[in-house]
């Protein structure tokens, strides 16, 4: 275990020079195709300290417990941080785990551990077939972990989140990026009608937007985007956002929110591994005859 | 209509059933323990359907209607570790932390009114919450069962203790693991991210990690099991964070979209 505090140590020292030279981690830079060739540079390595794990210790002992509860430790350790101390857009060091350097590379870490023990099992599974019920479950667990980490991650710098705000009767097609950039849209929305309600103490009971959608690709549709219910058109996600408060029911705008994320099937899949193995976890429960 | 004023009339009666079926399983008596312990749950239950019919909305929005489920599933999972591994003290336990939630709830009700934002109007509200009250419980009687080990077993085989914990854990893992995923999926629907590391969710990732350190750590060898309950104990306390700690600390003030109570 010492050897493990010791690993991970050393990665918050040098992620901490990383953080003093180069600044804090700059996750934009990672857009398609760079986030596509780290993924592939990623597992590449993943696999090259797999298949050298007999020659040198360090890549053997990164797929022991030993490695793997001290890399989990200093994840808590800095996730508690993160919890403890205001987290701000702009912010840096501290103030701004995610792109805090020591914080992604003790989760980058954590992520090669998991390669290593997934390739690891991958491999003994041909040695033993008839030990499935093991088997599954910890690949369901662990490689969804992987999948769901990795994907969600890399893919994040390829997420478009941009508002759009709707008038009655008027077709919009720009939309405002985060930093306040308008971005022309493949698609056109216009406001029909503007829905709401409201409890009998006057807060919002159903807020909703009628709204009639027509895509270059020629599709033309006609629906109702409400809070918790949003519509898919081309990739493209349309969330009933906000309204004009000030307005109350008689608002003639609605905003909404469009999202495309490219990598979401992906992190999906990692998501629905992890229920799957939730539930063989609750099935068959810690009884382990092997390592007792 | 039953309402809020009614709940110390369910409580009463659950109460006195679950501690009657407490003592029936001290006396060696479990058909009784069973019956009583069921009928306390179907009586706390009516209360929390009532309620919900009341409402016009599943009760699990303050932290009064949390902690209604939580009592709730105290004794259930309670009577669930009782079948299967028959010990005498559990349903005393259970019986009485649910009497700490309940009283909680008497001297400090919140408002239950009819309101629902629309955030919280998706089928995924009602599971991602009682799943989580149900890991919530499950993990309690585990750290239970390490406070038992720690502070009043005696000295002597512990393995089977041992077992239990670590069965409890994994079920209360599982059913939080669903919880978390549940909760991404919805948010996902709601705010068109599965993940913001909103405070809540990076307490619910700091409370599944701790308690993965746990099973990871309880799989090693040469491990120290004392070592192994204090693990639980601390990832206790994280989970209260979690639940409640968040909405009083600083950090967190006016940037959490889960602080739902006003």
Redesign the interface.
């Given at each position: 275990m010492k050897e493990g505090f010791l690993i991970g140590g050393g990665l918050i020292i040098a992620g901490l020079a990383l953080e003093l030279g180069v600044g804090p981690v700059v996750w934009e830079a990672f857009a398609w195709p760079v986030n596509g060739i780290v993924l592939a540079g990623f597992l590449a390595i993943i696999t090259v300290m797999f298949l050298l794990r007999k020659k040198v210790y360090a890549f053997r002992f990164i797929g022991t417990?030993?490695a793997?509860?001290p890399a989990?430790?200093y994840?808590?350790v800095l996730?508690?941080i993160?919890?403890?101390?205001?987290?701000e857009v702009d912010g840096t060091w501290l103030n701004n785990m995610?792109t805090f350097w020591p914080f992604v590379l003790i989760y980058v870490y954590i992520a090669v551990i998991l390669g290593q023990i997934i390739l690891r099992r991958i491999v003994n599974c041909q040695f033993s077939f008839f030990n499935l019920k093991r088997n599954i479950p910890f690949m369901l667990n662990h490689l969804g972990l992987f999948l769901a980490m990795t994907t969600?991650t890399l893919g994040n710098a390829d997420?478009q989140?941009v508002k759009m705000i709707t008038t009655v009767g008027e077709p919009e097609w720009r939309a405002i990026e985060p930093g306040g950039l308008i971005k022309e849209m493949p698609l056109t929305i216009e406001l029909k009608k503007f829905i709401m309600e409201t409890?009998d103490?006057g807060?919002?009971?159903?807020?909703a937007s009628e709204i009639q959608i027509q895509t270059k690709s020629g599709k033309n549709i006609e629906t109702i985007v409400?809070?918790?219910?949003?519509c898919e058109v081309d990739g493209w996600?349309i969330?009933q956002y906000g309204y004009d408060t000030q307005m109350g029911a008689q608002s003639q705008i609605s905003i909404l929110?469009l999202?495309s994320?490219p990598w979401?099937p992906f992190?999906y899949s990692g998501?629905y591994m992890?229920?799957a193995?939730?539930?063989c976890?609750?099935v068959f429960?810690?009884r382990?005859g092997d390592?007792k | 209509m039953v309402t809020w004023e009614q709940f110390i009339y369910f409580a009463i009666s659950s109460v006195l059933l679950w501690a009657v079926g407490a003592w029936a399983a001290w006396k060696n008596r479990p058909a009784m323990a069973y019956t009583t312990t069921v009928l306390g749950l179907l009586v706390f239950f009516a209360f929390i359907v009532s309620m919900w019919i009341s409402l016009e909305r599943p009760p699990l929005r303050t932290m009064g209607e949390t902690r209604l489920w939580y009592s709730f599933f105290l004794p259930l999972a309670g009577i669930i570790v009782y079948s299967r591994w028959k010990y005498k003290w559990i349903l005393s336990f259970s019986t009485v932390l649910a009497l700490v939630f309940i009283c909680v709830n008497l001297l400090k009700p919140e408002i239950h009114d009819k309101t629902l934002m629309p955030a919280l109007q998706s089928p995924w509200f009602a599971p991602h919450v009682i799943v989580y009250m149900f890991a919530y419980a499950v993990l309690g009687a585990a750290t239970v069962m390490a406070a038992y080990l720690l502070f009043f077993k005696a000295a002597g085989n512990r393995s089977e203790e041992y077992e239990i914990t670590d069965n409890l854990v994994y079920v209360g893992l599982a059913f939080m693991t669903f919880g978390m995923l549940f909760g991404a999926l919805w948010a996902k629907e709601a705010w068109g991210h599965y993940w913001s590391w909103d405070p809540k969710e990076t307490w619910a990732a700091i409370t599944w990690f701790a308690y993965l350190i746990y099973i990871h750590y309880r799989r090693l060898p040469k491990h120290n099991p004392h070592l192994a309950l204090w693990i639980l104990v601390i990832s206790f306390v994280l989970l209260q964070m979690c639940w409640w700690g968040i909405n009083y600390l600083p950090s967190s003030q006016g940037a959490s979209v889960h602080v739902y109570s006003n």
């Open positions: 417990y030993e793997a509860i989990m430790v994840a808590v996730t508690i993160m919890g403890l101390i205001r987290q995610l969600a997420m989140r409890y103490d807060s919002p009971k159903r807020f409400d809070v918790n219910k949003p996600k969330y929110e999202v994320d979401l992190v998501i992890m229920l193995g939730a539930v976890m609750f429960g810690g382990r390592n | -």
